[in-house]
């Protein structure tokens, strides 16, 4: 039963037609039905329905929408008489009697798909562009786009620029910007190639710095402002420490006075003042902070002389004045002393100026190609907007529109961008409250997930304090209603949500676009059945019985017996496993599979992961490409087509390529003369039908579906299909074209629904997927996830993000110097501020994941309970909840390490079966391999256990001196600390830690090589072979390897040096005694394999060990010929 809402009166007042609303709707609080409502309010106050313009984000929600519109109006039009229903319901269908009342002489209008303007915003913009193509710039014909197609236009515009750079059919400049960005990136053309689309995907940014030519007017002009924009930001943070601590001037002088009279270091670090707002006074609030914070930023909890301060200073008053610091100053004085110094060019601007170079030329490109080949969804925005903004004089499209057009309703309005804001904005100029005119938006701050399409959260919250701005006049406003009934939950659900998420949510930061939480109310009565709100933790403990699984792979395990037993309860409610991104879905996927639960997949794996979809592929690529031999001899290897090995062999010697080698041999056996029927079919009519027709055949021909089926089940067969349907997208387009789309395709495609799971109950999808739908239990997985983490890793050549404030600027600044590795301060500020957003943004995907449950709701992830933290830091959903929650609460259970039900039985982990292998006798291998050592052996043991060096940083250090002794003893120059820092970090050594080690790497290795016994042996050697690489055989089986990394020939033997990277821990001289011990065998190894390949007595070759830390050199004892 639902009770009647407690926020009635709002959704009644939220249905006056002539007045303009901004409609706050959590989770399940009905927004869809009082979005109708009130359209079916308007329908009775218009002269024609096409009058009123809703908006909606999604072609599903905008059919929804008007589906359930002219269902009300059927519903009235067809009733003979009133009959009993609830009152919202009731109210409904009044206002569809009024609706068809006032369009009673033409009431088919309402009826008619045309007449009523329900879409998407991109389907309206799209009808803007498309009715005026002049003042949009789109010439007519030209279509958007696909989500792949989109991606491939920037590329293309991307590369068609680069050329144009390469044959110098640029500027200088731009021919330099290129260069200098080349360099940046250490000469990895396709980094830059990426950062460039990168530019143009966030092109409309780029108006806020219009810059695109490197002169000295322009340059200023940019530094000028980029800096009062730097300087603002930063300044605002400043502020609230002068602000804060100026009201304790005398606190701070006294401060002074005592740490100067008692003698200390402090007394002369510490500001004499509280320092002011500016960037200038940055070094003397990072020195403040040192009095007042720990070296880890946390609030000193002592005084004494061992932390720096007088003797009896505890004892003094200011010492209660640094102990008892409120806590919101602590954080922000231990964040400001994180802060670079500041600099004369805080920015970056050099590096700056030749992206935005780039980006102007790969712009121009982008435009001649959007003319001819379409447009992406930004660019359709913009054109709508041009369409709609002519400053000479108003467009027609905006005479039309603001004489036929009286009202506009918005949903999701949370997730609206800038341009679309302004568009609203251009169509309600002249609008005036109580002129009979009407903007309704509705949408909800804690649902908004979408900032990686530019949705923008602090848009709603200006709409609701300022309204609706516009270019010429004052903004329209806006009258802020909340709704707070929830129609979905039990009320258990909703009381936890509302406990949760007023501590997640809780003093919220609106520079960091941080969104108010506001609870809500249930509407459904208690369940008879209680069913508690569930926390399961997953870690590794000690004695555990899962000691063979991981932590996550325990949990996939638990969820999935969990599903299992409760979908065997109720199997007609519905179940939906929620995971934050499709990173380890197989992971979980597979254990649902191992129980036989029936699992319906929204958004499947990706296709190129899919063993089925690679060797169709593989066909394809064969038939494209008929030189190419991989591809060929992988065809008749394939699942649905396998000729033995012993065949294949046979080709090997044959001449030409093996598409030839193959189809000569026809009637070599049985199954290529298949092969071959069914190939020379598909030649015929290869390139004169669609490809989808000629593969899918030759698929069928080859037995395709049937073998599949037999291997990878239903979802094996219907993942074909999928492929056949990218396919599709490639017709009429060259075959290399065509295989590179299908390559870009397949890498954003992802597997259809598994048919065994079409019609299950049980549904997994990411949190974004469940956006709009409801279940009746959810289980939220992974929920450990970082949302810090992802990405290629590469570092990016700039930073760009909005800045708070009423000015709404962008500030962008490049990243670290590639000289240093160090941040600027403008990079540093603006990587804090994307972190903080995308951390708020992981608040209210949390929140979306929480509230999708109608019945019961089961958390889970990777944690530790015991651990504590601080309250206010929120770093993962889980951590938050195991934080905040309290496991003695009411309907909430925390379950550490649960194991799967026994009545599932989760299997283990057994080998993988495949197809059953005849008995075969093993023939022993012909020989062996073996090395007296590896390289990994020498460099992982250049730090020894119990040295303070962490053993990646050893092996990174040991692998670069050896190639720097290597390229001096070829006779060339010592590598510059450029190229040393850059091979450091292509070993795995975090970029800012490489500067100083490449300059101590650099010293160890020229201070050995200057060795004065090593530089004698060097001179007088009459041979010297640098890595000399050779193999032996022992006769019996074996063959040894070996690279050594110096061999000389001197007047009366031969000498083999090896170079130890390591360093001692203890005494010297018993370290390279262990160290020779150690490596005895092998250099004595190494001594025979010379022997033996040079063909000379051993007694002639000795060995010698220079430790390039001391340095020292130790050669062999003399032996006598």
Not at 25 to 39: E, F, M, Q, V
Not at 400 to 421: G, P, S, T, Y
Not at 482 to 496: A, D, G, K, Q, Y
Not at 547 to 576: C, D, K, Y
Request: charged residues 30%; glycine residues 6%; neutral net charge.
């Amino acid at each position: 039963m639902v009770l009647s809402p407690s926020d009635q009166k709002i959704r009644e007042e939220a249905l006056h037609p002539g007045g303009s609303f901004i409609v706050e709707a959590p989770a399940g609080s009905g927004k869809t039905d009082l979005l109708i409502a009130r359209y079916l309010a308007l329908l009775s106050k218009v002269s024609h329905p096409r009058q009123i313009l809703a908006v909606t984000y999604t072609r599903k929600a905008a059919v929804e929408m008007k589906n359930r519109i002219v269902q009300k109006l059927n519903q009235v039009r067809e009733s003979k008489k009133n009959i009993s229903v609830a009152p919202w319901e009731g109210l409904l269908l009044s206002l569809s009697r009024k609706a068809l009342k006032k369009h009673h002489t033409h009431p088919a209008i309402l009826f008619h798909s045309e007449s009523l303007q329900i879409g998407t915003f991109h389907s309206f913009c799209a009808s803007l562009s498309r009715g005026w193509p002049v003042e949009s710039e789109i010439p007519p014909g030209v279509e958007l786009l696909n989500d792949i197609d989109q991606e491939a236009l920037l590329q293309r515009a991307v590369d068609q620029y680069i050329k144009s750079i390469l044959s110098e059919n640029v500027s200088k400049e731009e021919r330099d910007a290129y260069i200098n960005r080349l360099a940046g990136v250490n000469n990895y053309p396709d980094a830059l190639s990426r950062q460039i689309v990168e530019l143009l995907r966030r092109r409309d940014r780029l108006k806020d710095f219009p810059i695109f030519s490197s002169g000295e007017k322009a340059q200023e002009g940019l530094r000028s402002e980029l800096n009062r924009r730097l300087e603002g930001y930063a300044g605002h943070f400043l502020d609230r420490l002068n602000q804060s601590f100026i009201r304790f001037q005398k606190e701070w002088s006294c401060l002074k006075e005592a740490l100067r009279d008692g003698g200390v270091e402090f007394g002369e670090s510490f500001p004499a003042s509280v320092p002011r707002e500016t960037l200038e006074e940055i070094l003397k609030w990072k020195r403040g902070s040192e009095v007042f914070l720990t070296k880890s930023k946390t609030l000193r909890k002592r005084v004494s002389t061992a932390d720096g301060f007088p003797k009896d200073f505890k004892n003094h008053p200011s010492a209660t004045f640094i102990l008892q610091l409120p806590k919101d100053l602590v954080k922000l004085l231990g964040f400001v002393r994180d802060w670079p110094d500041p600099e004369e060019d805080n920015l970056g601007l050099e590096a700056l100026t030749d992206i935005l170079i780039l980006a102007g030329g790969a712009m121009k490109r982008l435009q001649d190609l959007i003319r001819t080949q379409g447009m992406d969804y930004l660019e359709l925005e913009m054109a709508a907007l041009r369409a709609l903004n002519h400053a000479e004089r108003p467009s027609e499209s905006l005479v039309f529109q603001h004489e036929h057009l009286k009202h506009i309703l918005i949903d999701e309005a949370q997730d609206m961008n800038d341009i679309q804001v302004e568009i609203l904005g251009r169509l309600t100029e002249g609008w005036e409250p109580g002129d009979g005119r009407s903007v309704f938006v509705v949408g909800d701050p804690k649902q908004s997930i979408y900032r990686f399409r530019r949705a923008e959260v602090g848009l709603f919250y200006e709409l609701k304090e300022k309204g609706l701005p516009r270019n010429s006049e004052i903004p329209l406003p806006l009258r802020p209603l909340t709704l707070e009934t929830n129609f979905r939950s039990r009320p258990r659900l909703i009381h936890f949500a509302n406990r949760l998420f007023e501590k997640v949510m809780g003093s919220p930061r609106k520079e960091y676009d941080e969104v108010q939480f506001s609870s809500s109310q249930p509407a459904r009565e208690k369940s008879g059945q209680s069913i508690q709100t569930r926390a399961a933790i997953f870690y590794d403990e000690k004695n555990s019985k899962d000691g063979n699984f991981s932590p996550l792979e325990r949990e996939a395990q638990w969820v999935a017996a969990e599903v299992a037993m409760l979908h065997g309860e109720r199997p007609e409610e519905t179940i939906a496993i929620l995971i934050p991104a499709r990173t380890h879905l197989p992971l979980f996927v597979r254990a649902f599979m191992k129980l036989g639960v029936p699992l319906r997949l929204l958004e499947g794996e990706s296709m190129n992961r899919r063993p089925e979809v690679h060797h169709l592929l593989n066909l394809f690529t064969a038939m494209v490409r008929p030189y190419d031999d991989v591809a060929w001899a992988g065809a008749v290897r394939a699942p649905w087509f396998r000729v033995s090995i012993e065949i294949l062999l046979d080709f090997k010697d044959d001449s030409g390529f093996w598409s030839e080698r193959i189809l000569s041999k026809k009637t070599a056996s049985p199954e290529l003369a298949g092969f071959y029927e069914a190939i020379a079919e598909a030649q015929k009519m290869f390139g004169r039908e669609s490809y989808r027709s000629t593969l899918s055949r030759l698929w069928e021909d080859l037995d395709g579906p049937c073998q599949t089926a037999a291997l990878y089940g239903a979802a094996g067969v219907s993942n074909a299909r999928a492929f056949f349907d990218q396919m599709d997208l490639c017709s009429g387009m060259p075959g290399e074209e065509a295989l590179l789309q299908l390559h870009r395709l397949l890498e954003k495609a992802y597997t259809p629904p598994d048919p065994k799971g079409a019609f299950s109950k049980v549904s997994m999808m990411t949190i974004h997927k469940a956006k709009g739908l409801e279940f009746d239990h959810v289980f939220a997985v992974h929920l450990d996830y970082n949302p810090l983490g992802g990405g290629r890793g590469e570092q990016p050549a700039y930073r760009m993000e909005r800045l708070p404030g009423e000015e709404r600027h962008f500030l962008v600044a490049a990243t670290a110097d590639r000289r240093t590795g160090l941040d600027r301060l403008g990079s540093y500020l603006l990587k804090d501020l994307g972190q903080q957003r995308t951390l708020a943004e992981a608040r209210r995907l949390f929140y979306v994941a929480a509230t999708r449950a109608k019945e019961s709701l089961t958390l889970s992830g990777r944690g530790n309970p015991h651990k504590n933290g601080d309250e206010d830091e929120f770093k993962t959903p889980l951590s938050s909840l195991l934080k905040m929650m309290k496991t003695d609460e009411d309907d909430f259970k925390l379950l550490e390490n649960p194991l799967p039900s026994q009545s599932i039985g989760v299997e283990r982990k057994k080998p993988v079966s495949g197809r059953m292998v005849p008995p075969f006798d093993p023939e022993p291998l012909p020989y062996q391999v073996t090395s007296p050592s590896r390289i990994e052996d020498e460099t992982s043991q250049a730090t020894e256990p119990g040295a303070e060096e962490e053993e990646g940083y050893a092996r990174a250090r040991g692998v670069v001196i050896h190639r720097i002794l290597e390229t001096l003893a070829r006779g060339q120059p010592h590598p510059e600390s450029e190229a040393i820092t850059s091979a450091l970090a292509r070993e795995g050594i975090p970029l800012k830690e490489t500067v100083g080690m490449a300059h101590q790497v650099l010293k160890e290795a020229l201070t050995a090589w200057e060795y004065s016994d090593f530089l004698f042996l060097l001179k007088s050697a009459r041979e010297v072979h640098v890595e000399w690489a050779l193999e032996d055989f022992d006769g019996n089986r074996t063959v040894r390897v070996g690279r050594f990394d110096l061999l000389l020939r001197m007047e009366d033997m031969w000498l083999l040096v090896d170079y130890k990277t390591g360093r001692p821990d203890k005494d010297a001289e018993s370290w390279i005694q262990e160290q020779l011990d150690r490596h005895r065998p092998q250099l004595n190894a190494y001594s025979q394999m010379v022997g033996r390949t040079l063909k000379i007595p051993e007694e002639q070759i000795g060995w010698a060990v220079l430790f390039t830390a001391l340095p020292r050199l130790v050669r062999q004892e003399e032996r006598v010929p």
